[in-house]
């Protein structure tokens, strides 16, 4: 498996608290990802990085912000958690290298937020 | 990328061959096909991708038709560990950030 984890794994915070996941990876991978998921949604995609530093959004950004230092995190912050930021979030890698590689995306084991 | 259609749910027992259809009548000649799954409440996980030939691995084999409007992927020998949620999706192997997963197909194993 890959070398991805997550943390917290479950949380529960309050609506208008600021709350950061992180996601640390030991692959090596240029690709970053923060999903999340919901009952009759699938996943969707909120934010992503290309490199340390350099991010762009996904098709569900308002309310996140999100931070990449180094290569293996990456980090997610809700700025002021809403109930509806209540989800599953996944981190996920990928290695757009070529070669053998065919960017296919690993993911994290997800982290269960509740927003009270 | 080219949207995917896939049904929301099928059944299959154990032991036999589960046949997951997809239809992407959209792609384009630089995308592959991807398929992953996702067991219960764990991430995603990837089994296998393809562009035009089929293609097997440990987990499953691909096939895709000769015009990629569609593929199926298939579990030989489909196990109760098997039952999850199918996502077939459509990207350039290369250039885009971007996974369309949609709804999936949900499997359900029966012993």
């Known amino acids: 498996d890959a070398g991805i984890t997550q943390s917290p794994r479950h949380k529960v915070t309050e609506t208008g608290t600021p709350v950061t996941l992180r996601c640390h990876q030991t692959?090596?991978?240029?690709?970053m990802y923060w999903y999340r998921q919901d009952p009759g949604h699938g996943l969707r995609l909120i934010h992503y990085?290309?490199?340390?530093?350099?991010?762009d959004k996904g098709e569900v950004s308002d309310g996140y912000s999100v931070s990449r230092s180094k290569t293996e995190d990456f980090l997610l912050t809700l700025e002021s958690a809403t109930s509806s930021q209540t989800s599953v979030y996944f981190c996920a890698i990928s290695d757009d290298s070529g070669g053998n590689s065919y960017n296919e995306q690993f993911f994290g084991p997800g982290t269960r937020l509740t927003v009270l | 990328d080219a949207k995917t259609t896939q049904p929301t749910s099928m059944d299959c027992a154990e032991g036999r061959a589960a046949n997951l259809p997809c239809n992407h009548s959209t792609i384009s000649g630089n995308e592959y096909v991807y398929w992953y799954r996702q067991i219960h409440s764990q991430g995603p996980q990837y089994i296998i991708h393809?562009?035009?030939n089929n293609e097997t691995n440990e987990m499953a084999s691909l096939i895709i038709t000769e015009d990629r409007k569609s593929s199926t992927l298939i579990l030989p020998h489909a196990t109760l560990r098997d039952t999850a949620v199918y996502y077939c999706i459509v990207r350039a192997r290369r250039g885009t950030y971007k996974y369309i997963f949609g709804t999936g197909t949900r499997l359900k194993v029966l012993a």
């Open positions: 990085s290309y490199g340390v530093k350099d991010t």
């Open positions: 692959e090596n991978h240029r690709y």
């Open positions: 393809g562009l035009k």
